[in-house]
């Protein structure tokens, strides 16, 4: 339920595939059973601080994973699709406000 609150589920599911959502929601709740560690890009870190990165994902974090995986995945066959969102999430709440900007500018060009 913290999950859902936390990345307005609701409406995600209005914006974006549900099955999707629900994938994401799966990915985050193992993150957030694990007592030890957790394995990112072959980077091993306590689960706790994940944890604690993943407290700050939203909707708009999700709404970036999810138009990153689309983007790669057309030109990139992306293999191991568990991997690739775990990395996804764990990096959205330090590359989103970049993404951003980079958004903007090339908006503006």
Sequence with gaps: EYIHDNIDYERLCKDYEKSSINGIVDIMTEVYMSDSTVTIS??????????SVFHKIDYDHI????????ETGKTHKIRNIKKYLLAALYNAPMTYDCYQTAEASFGEE
Aim: proline share 0%; aromatic share 12%; with cysteine.
């Design 42 to 51: 072959n980077q091993t870190m306590s689960a706790s601080y994940v944890q």
């Design 63 to 70: 709404a970036y994973v999810l138009d990153c995986v689309a």
